[in-house]
C-alpha cells in the first residue's frame, strides 16, 4: 500500500483541530486532518454543539494568522466586561457585585463570544480555500508508530500517513495519545454543565457574567441578538444529579429555575435552544510530547469551563508550535522543536489548571461559612487595583 506524504497529520477535526489546520495552512505547510465525526455545521441540526467560546485577545492573532478572523467578526460579540457576582446568600440574590472593565488594561474587549457549532462551519470553509489543506471528515486515528525520523499513522479507512510531525487534537480521551501510552491525571468533580441559549428582556450591554451560589457557576455570556431580543449563552454548572434533573425538566420550570439562579439580572430568560449536558473534569497528560508527536487542546489539558480559559489554551499550544515552526522549518517534527514546544507550554498550563482546580472548588461551595468567605475574597481582590489589573492580565494570558 502506498503511503502518502504530509508535513503535519492533524488528529481531530473539533475547533483546536481546526484552527490549527488553518493556521498551519496559511503559513505554507502541507496538512492532512482528519476526524471520525463529520462537524456539524448548523445550529439546529442533531449533534450541534450548543457550547460557545469566548476567543481572548491573544487568541485574535492566532486567528488572523490563520485568515479565520475576518470570517468570524461579523458573528462574534464582544466582551466588554466580566462582572462576578456572589449570590451565596441564604436567598439567591446578588450579595456582592464586582465588575473588570477591559479599558483598564486594554483598547480592545477582553475577548470575542461564537458559537462553536458556526465556529465549525466557517473554519470549514475556510480549510476549503486552502490548497495545501485536506480535511478528512469521517475518517479516524486506527493505529501510530511514532519515530524519531516520522510519524507513520494508519486511519480507519485503511490510508497510511507519514508526517514529519503529527498533532493529536483529538479530545480528553485521544486515541493518540493512548496509542503513545501517555498517561493522564484527571480530577473528578462530581459536577456537569448544562449550555443552552437565551433571549432576556435587559440589554447585556456586552459584560459576561458568572454568578456563584453552589454547585459551581452559572455564566452569562453575551451573543448577538435574535430576531431584535437580546441573546446570551450560558454554561450552568451543578452537581451531576441537580444537573440531570434541570436538563430533562419542562421548559417553563426550567425557565422559572434559571431566572431565579441569574439572580433576575437580565429579566425572565427564555429558552431559546436545546440543552446539552457535559461533565465537568480537570486533566492533564503526563507530557505533552511523544516522537514525533505533539498533543494540543483537551488531549493535553482540560479544565472547567471558568474564565474563558479551555480553548484560549488550546489556540495558545497552536501559536507556540506555530511561532517554532516558522522560525526553523526544517525542524518540525525533530526532537529539539518538540522540547521546546514541551519547555515552554507545561508550565502555563500546570498554572492555569491549578487555579481554575482551586476557583471551582471555591464556586462550589455550599456550607454557608464557606460562602461567605468566598464572598470575603472577592471583595478583598476587587478593591485592591494592582492585583485586579493583575488577574486580568494574568486571564488574558498577558504577561
Known sequence: MQTEQTDILISGGGVAGLSAA?????????????????PVTEGAADGADMRTTAFLQPSREVLEKAGLWARLAPFAAPLQVMQIIDAGGTEPVARVQKAFNARDISDDPFGWNL?????????????????????????????????????????????????????????????????????????????????????????????????????????????????????????????????????????????????????????????????????????????????????????????????????????ADVRVLLELAEAAPDTLGSPEMLQAYARKRAPDVRTRITGIDLLNRASMAGAQPLRDARAQGLKALYGLAPVRKSLMQLGLGVR
Open 22 to 38: 488553518a493556521a498551519f495552512g496559511s503559513a505554507g505547510f502541507q496538512v492532512i486532518v482528519v476526524d471520525p465525526a463529520p
Open 115 to 315: 458559537q462553536n457549532w458556526l465556529l465549525r462551519r466557517e473554519m470549514v470553509a475556510r480549510l476549503e480555500e486552502l490548497p495545501n489543506v485536506t480535511f478528512r471528515p469521517g475518517v479516524g486515528t486506527a493505529d501510530v508508530l511514532a519515530r524519531e525520523r516520522e510519524a507513520r499513522v494508519r486511519l480507519t479507512d485503511g490510508t497510511m500517513v507519514s508526517a514529519r510531525l503529527l498533532i493529536a487534537a483529538d479530545g480528553r480521551n485521544s486515541p493518540v495519545r493512548n496509542a503513545l501510552g501517555i498517561g493522564v491525571r484527571t480530577t473528578r468533580y462530581g459536577q456537569k454543565a448544562l449550555a443552552f441559549a437565551v433571549t432576556h428582556p435587559i440589554p447585556h450591554d456586552n459584560v459576561s457574567t458568572e454568578i456563584h451560589r453552589s454547585g459551581g457557576p452559572f455564566t452569562l455570556v453575551p451573543l448577538p441578538d435574535l430576531e431584535g431580543q437580546p441573546r446570551s449563552a450560558i454554561v450552568w454548572m451543578e452537581r451531576g444529579p441537580e444537573a440531570l434533573r434541570l436538563a430533562s425538566c419542562d421548559v417553563a420550570e426550567f425557565e422559572a429555575e434559571m431566572t431565579a439562579r441569574s439572580t433576575g439580572l437580565l429579566g425572565p430568560l427564555k429558552l431559546v435552544s436545546r440543552r446539552s449536558v457535559w461533565p465537568i473534569i480537570s486533566q492533564m497528560a503526563e507530557r505533552l510530547t511523544g516522537p514525533r508527536t505533539s498533543l494540543i487542546a483537551e488531549a493535553a489539558h482540560v479544565v472547567p469551563p471558568i474564565g474563558a480559559q479551555g480553548l484560549n489554551m488550546s489556540l
